[in-house]
């Protein structure tokens, strides 16, 4: 389909732009703030002056689509405001013959807003045979590589995705579908700090931001594949949640509240469980003694911070449980299989954690 060409100029600065869309701006600036210093990102302090972000430098991850250049243009439009710089990254998949417009029109877009761009071309589907993998998990693999290969070329680097609340919804199903426990199944985090990665319209609704592109005249690409039945998340987003909106039009608002909860749920834990890290062994061993003075759910979220510190591999509920099981009814000896080849081992003082040989 053909592509209105870009505007000769864009809106320049955020008082340019028409009021309802500078403020959803300013919203996003609030989120993105509350959401930095609430992980430790930067201080409180440091979020409540006049520019918090001085110094930054936020890598917009930009697919050319309505979600990504809406996330470029409301950073590049916070960036006098809040002091951080913008660039963008654009990895292009190679999959479809499009991907190569898709490219050029994120080029020109950066050229008329005065980004600057890094772009780079990945045959992803060589990567997904090579790697014994979908399309969906080695393109994920390529990007984030190649996002945090171009971040570490700078001294305060935010990786930003385009993720937003429509797309909360369907990961929140995904999860729900796979067997994910609580406090996972609130949904993907805003902030993953130790990948510098921030999600700023986590809580924005899509329509919000094609209304914002519309009102700053500035088309976008779309991806035929986003209404390919084959994946999983194409027949979520079209098909199961439009039934659940038509059951509960505020079905939005509901996952949203469900990820606040979640994430507060996920702060206090945090907070009070102690820290785990592998031994020289590579193993993690929690004592008895600890385990008996917590609550039950205390334990449950201990076992999954054993095996996150392991490394990947989402432990899924019915294991914990399973290995929840095994400890309130003394199985020395019991060994829980975990994905990512992690194993938990009822031992007589308490559950030794490890990877598999």
């Known amino acids: 389909m053909p592509y209105p060409p870009l505007p000769n100029q864009l809106p320049a600065r955020l008082q340019d732009i028409p009021a309802p869309q500078a403020r959803l701006c300013l919203d996003v600036g609030r989120f ?15 979020a409540l002056s006049s520019a918090p972000l001085n110094g930054y430098t936020m890598l917009a991850a930009c697919s050319g689509g309505a979600d990504s250049t809406a996330l470029l243009l409301i950073l590049h439009y916070l960036a006098p405001r809040m002091g951080h710089t913008v660039v963008a990254v654009h990895l292009d998949h190679a999959l479809r013959q499009e991907s190569a417009d898709d490219a050029r029109f994120v080029s020109q877009l950066c050229s008329a807003a005065g980004i600057r761009l890094f772009s780079v071309r990945t045959d992803v589907a060589d990567l997904a045979a090579a790697g014994r993998c979908g399309l969906e998990e080695a393109g994920r693999k390529a990007r984030y590589a190649f996002y945090a290969k171009t971040a570490a070329l700078f001294s305060r680097p935010v990786i930003c995705t385009g993720h937003h609340a429509d797309d909360l919804k369907e990961d929140v199903l995904m999860r729900l579908i796979r067997g994910a426990g609580w406090p996972a199944l609130g949904g993907m985090q805003a902030v993953i700090p130790e990948r510098s990665l921030l999600r700023p319209l986590l809580v924005t609704e899509k329509n919000k931001l094609t209304a914002f592109l519309e009102a700053c005249r500035c088309p976008w690409r779309e991806d035929a594949s986003n209404s390919d039945p084959s994946f999983t998340r194409n027949r979520i987003r079209n098909t199961i949640i439009p039934l659940l909106q038509q059951e509960n039009p505020s079905f939005g608002t509901t996952i949203t509240e469900l990820w606040e909860a979640a994430a507060a749920d996920r702060d206090y834990w945090t907070d009070v469980l102690p820290e785990l890290a592998p031994d020289k062994n590579g193993q ?59 194993t938990a081992r009822i031992r007589h003082g308490g559950i030794c954690f490890c990877l598999t040989a």
Do not use: D, V
């Not at 993105?32 to 440091?46: F, K, N, P, V």
């Open 32 to 46: 993105m703030m509350e959401q930095l210093a609430g992980t430790g990102c930067i201080s409180r302090e440091q």
């Open 284 to 342: 993690i061993f929690i004592a008895r003694s600890t385990l008996q003075g917590l609550h039950k759910a205390g334990r449950l979220r201990l076992y999954k911070k054993a095996l996150e510190a392991l490394g990947a591999g989402q432990p899924l509920h019915a294991s914990i449980m399973a290995l929840e099981h095994a400890w309130h009814r003394n199985q020395g000896g019991k060994c829980i299989q975990f994905p990512g080849g992690k």
